[in-house]
């Protein structure tokens, strides 16, 4: 059996590992990196907003739900060939994934979610994994995007179970883990994370990620957000998170899931190239490139390119599968 893929992690165990001191953390987590990752191989995603603002819910980090005023036009659904446009920029710059977001509530079985249907078949075509995140799904909903040509599924869990009532109350984590087991039951990879600097404690981030590190199977992919603060939401002015915290968080998602790819996904563009590569060091091995996440922006394309080339990075493949450990 290995010893160091379990789902039976308790939460003592994961307050030993997220409390060691910082750099023994990041050791621990550099060495699983090296065993089950390719070193220096970064995946590169694009994520594109085909559906913008006017969200029912009421996530309190979120610039796109319609009851806060933070400045987010609402837009309908992209039509198919502005999203295989962006597509096509997307993998022309070098992303081997592809991930449309829609702020809806949960998908419904409409014209709108014929047409995303449709965008998921154009964009596979391109060769690119196509990711989509579009709030709650059915059972028949995965299928179907399954059947299309989906590759993964975002569903972040955001916070722990305790403290998700304190920033959203539209939904309960219930619903989450339910559409979770819909995507898996449909054969999707899993993506799942969360943000940190919601005034959560360490406990809550750790909860987090024993939650998903004892799930049967580890999500394929676990973003780990720093929150946007944005101006208008219920979480504006909120304090940035340092980069020790994005560090300790990484680190532990990458000893708890050493398969996973674990994506240092929103707050990058507060971060300087040297906070990076402490997060690059830490486990991370995913980003989300290009000016703009859903609606806030992100470093621009040159700026990580010439980043890549300082750390000498180097983009990871699309469709590539696991890595075998290195033994010696
Ligand atoms: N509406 C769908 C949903 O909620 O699942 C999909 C889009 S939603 C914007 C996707 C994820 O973006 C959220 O689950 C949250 O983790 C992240 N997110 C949204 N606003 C953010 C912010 N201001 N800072 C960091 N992450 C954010
Ligand atoms: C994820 O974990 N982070 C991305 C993606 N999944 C969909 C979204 C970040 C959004 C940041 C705020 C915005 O740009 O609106
Ligand atoms: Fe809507 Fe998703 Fe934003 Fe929540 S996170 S308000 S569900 S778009």
Same mark, same amino acid.
């Given at each position: ?78 039509? !198919?060939?502005?999203? #295989? $446009? ?6 022309? &710059? @070098?992303?081997?994934?592809? %991930?449309? =977001? ?70 309960? !984590?219930?619903?989450? #883990? $339910? ?6 039951? &449909? @054969?999707?990879?899993?993506? %799942?994370? =969360? ?134």
């Amino acid at each position: 059996m290995n010893q160091d893929i379990r789902n039976n992690w308790t939460m003592d165990e994961v307050r030993e590992i997220y409390h060691a001191p910082v750099l023994e953390l990041m050791y621990k987590a550099a060495t699983l990196q090296h065993k089950y990752q390719a070193i220096g191989e970064v995946q590169v995603c694009t994520l594109l907003s085909v559906k913008t603002g006017g969200c029912s819910e009421d996530c309190a980090y979120c610039p796109q739900a319609a009851r806060y005023n933070t400045g987010v036009d609402a837009h309908k659904l992209m039509n !198919y060939d502005e999203v #295989l $446009d962006k597509a096509i920029d997307a993998k022309n &710059a @070098g992303s081997t994934r592809f %991930c449309m =977001g829609a702020a809806w509530r949960n998908v419904r079985d409409n014209s709108d979610f014929d047409k995303v249907i449709d965008m998921v078949k154009g964009v596979n075509t391109l060769g690119l994994e196509v990711c989509c995140t579009l709030g709650m799904l059915t059972e028949d909903q995965a299928t179907r995007l399954k059947e299309a040509g989906l590759y993964a599924y975002n569903h972040n869990l955001d916070t722990s179970d305790e403290h998700y009532g304190d920033i959203i109350s539209t939904r309960t !984590y219930k619903d989450r #883990l $339910d559409t979770l087991y819909n995507v898996e039951k &449909a @054969g999707i990879s899993v993506c %799942c994370g =969360g943000i940190i600097g919601m005034g959560e404690t360490d406990e809550d981030r750790m909860k987090l990620l024993h939650t998903l590190a004892t799930r049967d199977k580890h999500p394929e992919s676990v973003p780990v957000n720093a929150l946007v603060s944005v101006e208008g939401t219920p979480l504006e002015g909120r304090e940035r998170v340092n980069v020790w915290e994005m560090v300790r968080m990484i680190a532990t998602a990458r000893i708890l899931m050493p398969k996973a790819m674990v994506r240092l996904s929103a707050g990058r563009n507060e971060m300087t190239v040297e906070q990076q590569a402490l997060c690059f060091m830490a486990g991370a091995n995913s980003i989300f490139a290009g000016d703009k996440l859903l609606t806030t922006p992100n470093p621009a394309f040159a700026s990580d390119k010439e980043m890549f080339s300082l750390l000498g990075l180097v983009p990871r493949e699309s469709f590539k599968t696991e890595e075998e450990p290195v033994t010696a």
